[in-house]
């Protein structure tokens, strides 16, 4: 059963355009909602975590935007570069990062073009 | 700072076999946690370890344990190798407070034949 569930499975974005991912999980007890990046041969790299006391968040040109009673929540990136294309996974915690295993969305293979 | 490091980058064995893949943590951190990632596929978590002790455990078979040593680096076993169990394994660590951020290495990929 899968706990996370995330699309589009892959994304095209002309430069400078808005990248939007979006993400829907089931268990409520979920308590800690990261978004990770990962380049091809590397390991994911956290990008921007929300907790769901807040309905949106927001880093740089990365905006998570959460919706508790939908059980949704999404990834906006903003004036989307080259340098963004890559697989971005969400994933799902009951207790934080640091003390909890890690759901995975099945990943979302975006490619900017120039 | 060297970040969290893994060994071997790649692997290669046959069914029925055992594989070891070792992983040092990011400086100061005491919780390592282990990945299985499939080609094209999100990570699924396999164990977590605290104070030499498996914490917390996914939906994965007895045929993969794992070790933690005092100095918080950690080993994964994987005995029984089955086609199926070639991925990218990747190891994360945090600190155990609630809330922190897990720091992946780089993996190590796992063919077996």
């Known amino acids: 059963q899968q706990q996370v569930k995330q699309s589009p499975q892959s994304l095209i974005v002309q430069k400078g355009g808005i990248s939007i991912i979006n993400c829907a999980y089931e268990?409520?007890?979920?308590?800690?909602f990261p978004w990770y990046q990962q380049f091809p041969g590397k390991g994911p790299a956290l990008l921007i975590a929300?907790?769901?006391?807040?309905s949106e968040k927001k880093e740089g040109r990365f905006t998570i935007s959460f919706n508790k009673s939908a059980k949704q929540f999404s990834l906006h990136i903003m004036d989307s570069q080259p340098g963004d294309s890559a697989t971005y996974f969400c994933?799902?915690?009951?207790f934080g990062g640091g003390a909890d295993g890690l759901t995975f969305g099945k990943g979302t293979h975006l490619i900017i073009q120039p | 700072d060297a970040g969290v490091t893994q060994s071997p980058t790649h692997l290669i064995k046959t069914r029925g076999q055992q594989v070891t893949l070792r992983c040092s943590p990011k400086?100061?951190?005491?919780?390592v946690s282990w990945y299985q990632q499939a080609l094209g596929q999100g990570p699924q978590f396999i164990f977590q370890?605290?104070?030499?002790?498996?914490?917390q455990r996914g939906n994965f078979p007895d045929r993969f344990s794992g070790h933690q040593f005092p100095n918080y680096s950690s080993e994964l076993n994987v005995n029984a190798l089955l086609l199926g169990d070639s991925a990218l394994y990747l190891c994360?660590?945090?600190?155990?407070?609630?809330?922190?951020?897990?720091?992946f290495g780089p993996g190590t990929r796992l063919t077996v034949l």
């Open positions: 994360a660590s945090s600190l155990i407070q609630d809330y922190n951020e897990q720091f």
């Open positions: 268990n409520t007890a979920f308590d800690y």
């Open positions: 929300i907790r769901p006391d807040v």
């Open positions: 994933a799902a915690s009951e």
């Open positions: 400086s100061g951190h005491d919780t």
């Open positions: 370890y605290y104070e030499e002790e498996e914490r």
